[in-house]
Nanobody, 124 residues
Framework: QVQLVESGGGLVHAGGSLRLSCVAA????????MGWFRQAPGKDRDFVAG????????YYADSVKGRFTISRDNAKNTVYLQMSTLKPEETAVYYC?????????????????WGQGTQVTVSS
């Protein structure tokens, strides 16, 4: 079992920045690929960014490339999502997810564990 707890969401003006954090507890974190997804009201949960177990490889949705950065600190069992130049259409609940024993996946069905989500609201 892996328990994931996100934090760092909030209200920000368009063009602003936020950093999300996700702390993992339970199973060893180091052999786990991590991902961030987001879900707006009435829409599907979409891939935002992913990072492999070592942090050597990162992956992003086209819509966030150049603005978002995913990173991890295995000593702290924590993965981060630095978001900049935020847009109102990026208002959503952001979820952290863990994929045990594999590389990064782009589909939500590929992940084994999920956090409860943190709300990000971008005002225009």
């Amino acid at each position: 079992q892996v328990q994931l707890v996100e934090s760092g969401g909030g209200l920000v003006h368009a063009g602003g920045s936020l950093r999300l954090s996700c702390v993992a507890a339970g199973r060893t974190f180091i052999r786990t690929a991590m991902g961030w997804f987001r879900q707006a009201p009435g829409k599907d949960r979409d891939f935002v960014a992913g990072i492999n177990w070592s942090g050597s490889s990162t992956y992003y949705a086209d819509s966030v490339k150049g603005r978002f950065t995913i990173s991890r600190d295995n000593a702290k069992n924590t993965v981060y999502l630095q978001m900049s130049t935020l847009k109102p259409e990026e208002t959503a609940v952001y979820y952290c997810a863990a994929r045990v024993g594999y590389g990064v996946g782009y589909e939500k069905r590929e992940y084994d564990y999920w956090g409860q989500g943190t709300q990000v609201t971008v005002s225009s």
